[in-house]
């Protein structure tokens, strides 16, 4: 197990290199420039647009607020809280400052995503709404082969990324909590996943549209009460997280120190995973949407990343920046990581905060492994028809049960390398469509000036 363990982390290594941050960040910033800076020009109108009722009688599968909390269901995850541990573990606190950086860059590469995600979708066989990347590879930009790329690796990254993670992050903090074997846990989020999934989109559109909105307000309030309690330690925080950024931090403790390179890599690959910006995933879901307006359905998606990355993410970086148990070694002699980092932080530093953590971590989990399952599916969908969508659900389910019992490390390496090469067809989509964005955008703007209304309804 440590041998692969050791190979993984060395492909992770290499998949997460040099090249694959500066495509990301190329696309982001000439998405950004091209688009004059959109995601801070439309972000007070995105976030309203997300809360308020849009275009539902327009061609659809589920509504616009129900797309946002599927995406977003995929997106607040156990990325939110066990992701940004392991990258402030790994890669110090200058991680979370980089992190930052990324996602307010992938708010325009989000934006395109969704933009491209409406344009270019169609129906199935049973009607239903199929878009995503792999549907803009081929019909814009012209590349079948692109387009299977992609739509194989997110088959495949949907089990790592959106399946053995929140398996894994979930059991291990119920192990910790509750003594409760991941083995027996694995099967039951097998049984409970498998019955939700055959229920189709509009099941977990219907789910996601009300867990998601109680757990993240559940898991941001108390981790607001628990940094007010230390907002003494904030300055001193907020100067660690920028001086770490660009300086290498020394061994301490139990942390082995890190690079100016390792919180740039933990803190991209981290944003990535979470808000899934470039990466390709939450268009599939932004294509399910009841919308006639692209550039409406792109704000509403491009502010699932300011409130997973800016808000919720945040809010655990920071947490764990005033606990100072960074580097410290728990019980079992090991150095604190993943969801034993943010459960010691919420447990030593609020009352039940154990709980808040254990609780979020199932619902965060939860959730997103739904929003995953469909996009794995829909990716599956595309490459052998919707008779195998049926095969893939019982796979995705299965796959819920080792997933639990694996090792963290193993999981999250498989997990990110599968990520960076799920992100590279789309990110060659997105820049050689970027002209289409971009014309999209214009119509749409002029279109909201013609208009001159705040409701942005463009069906009647």
Known sequence: ????????????????????????????????????????????????????????????DISQFQSLMTALAGMIGIGSITGVATAIAIGGLGSLFWMWVASLIGMATKYAEAILAVKYRGTDEKGEMCGGPMYYLEKGFKSKGLAVAFALLGAVTALGTGNMVQANSIATALQEWLFIDPLWLGIVLAAVTAIALFGGIQ????????????MAIFYILGGLVLISLKFSLLPHAFAEIFRQAFSSQAAFGGF?????????????SRSVFSSEAGLGSAPIA?????????????????????????????????????????????????????????????????PGGAFVVVISLVLFGYSTILGWAYYGEKCMEYLFGSSVIRWYRILFALALIPGATLSLQTVWSFANIMNGLMAVPNLIGLFGLASAVIAETREFERALKFKKTTKFSFSE
């Open 256 to 268: 082995a120190g890190s690079s100016v390179m390792m919180a740039i890599q933990y803190g991209v």
């Open 286 to 350: 932004s294509a399910a949407a009841k919308t006639d307006v692209p550039g409406t359905q792109a704000l509403i998606s491009m502010s699932g990343v300011f409130i997973t990355s800016m808000i919720v993410c945040s809010i655990t970086g920071l947490a764990i920046a005033v606990s100072g148990l960074v580097g410290r070694v728990g019980a079992d002699g090991q150095v604190l990581n993943g969801s034993s980092l943010a459960l010691a932080v919420f447990q030593n530093g609020l």
């Open 203 to 214: 099941r977990i559109g219907k789910i996601s549209s009300w867990l998601v909105p109680v």
């Open 1 to 60: 197990m440590e041998s692969l363990e050791f190979c993984l982390a060395r492909i992770e290594e290499w998949v997460w290199g040099a090249p694959l941050l500066v495509l990301l960040t190329a696309v982001g910033l000439y998405l950004t420039i091209a688009l004059r800076g959109i995601q801070f020009r439309y972000l007070i109108t995105s976030l309203r647009l997300a809360f308020s009722r849009q275009d539902d009688k327009s061609e659809g």
